[in-house]
């Protein structure tokens, strides 16, 4: 039964004194989630905004509350912007992995589930905040690194993770793309969470690696995109022809194929650059001595 505004003061109330909701108290506070489009009374609509206002001043510290955040735009269709701004205020306040709204993973070991049943790839999709706590994977996960710089799509724009149906492919998805090919073909558990801006209603994708992964791509990461593609992209016959600033107009089913091979001339690229480099210093100590 959905919740009323008297209920939701009380429940307000509690964490005004510094207590938690119930688990009984979560499923009614999301019952307007759920429902197909439905009129709120506005009393209740305000006290949802008031809720959502004091989840955010207790987070980051994490409880019963905050499982009543939704992470995904489409269940806030029963509600008003005031609403959506106060949601939004708390998914800035939470951590990566608890305002999830899906987390993809490649390479999955063994080991991260309680099928013992190895598969190449794993995939969930969240509606609540917290919702990945409850799984398997939640603990390996927590202690993975971002692959890529956090600044990495201001510096250099936003590369593509989904492929399917994409009108072309530009240069930063072309680096990213092929250093995920190299990860996957070294067989290294791949993270991918998508978190959403519920107020803008835009996605970000972030990927997580080991951090002892992310060491052994080193070299691959020490590359920028503009370095990459003027000395490895550019000299490729299916590449030579565009800019920068053009997007490369690939079929899906050839673009692992590319990646695949863009991904192995920047590992030799990287090698050959790191020998160059080493042999440049040793030059330069023969010149001290």
């Not at 987070?59 to 029963?78: H, M, Q, R």
């Not at 558990?189 to 519920?198: A, G, L, S, W, Y």
């Amino acid at each position: 039964m959905p919740i009323s505004a008297r209920e939701l003061r009380e429940c307000i109330k509690k964490l005004q004194d510094r207590k938690d909701i119930t688990k009984r108290d979560i499923s009614k506070i999301v019952s307007f989630c759920k429902l197909r489009k439905t009129k709120i009374d506005p009393d209740l609509m305000q006290t949802y905004e008031e809720w959502f206002k004091a989840v955010a001043d207790r987070l980051p510290e994490f409880g019963n509350y905050a499982y009543t955040v939704p992470v995904c735009g489409f269940l806030l269709k029963n509600f008003n912007l005031d609403v959506i701004r106060a949601v939004s205020k708390c998914l800035d306040r939470m951590s990566l992995l608890d305002r999830a709204a899906r987390v993809e993973i490649a390479n999955i070991p063994v080991s991260w589930t309680k099928t013992n049943t190895e598969r190449p790839t794993f995939a969930l999709v969240l509606k609540f905040a917290g919702d990945l706590r409850s799984s398997d994977i939640y603990k390996e996960i927590s202690d993975m690194v971002s692959l890529f710089e956090d600044n990495f799509e201001e510096k250099y724009g936003r590369p593509e993770y989904d492929l399917d149906g994409s009108p072309g492919i530009n240069v930063q998805t072309l680096y990213v793309q092929s250093i995920l090919s190299v990860a996957y073909r070294k067989k290294m558990p791949i993270v991918r969470i998508t978190t959403e801006d519920v107020r803008r209603q835009k996605k970000t994708d972030i990927v997580l690696v080991n951090p002892s992964d992310r060491k052994d791509l080193g070299k691959l990461l020490s590359l920028t995109p503009d370095e990459v593609f003027d000395q490895i992209f550019s000299q490729n016959p299916e590449f030579r022809k565009i800019s920068k600033t053009t997007s490369l107009k690939i079929s899906v089913l050839n673009s692992r194929r590319i990646f695949d091979e863009t991904g192995m001339m920047m590992e030799r690229y990287g090698f050959l650059k790191e020998k160059r480099e080493t042999a440049e210093d040793d030059e330069w100590l023969e010149v001290i001595r």
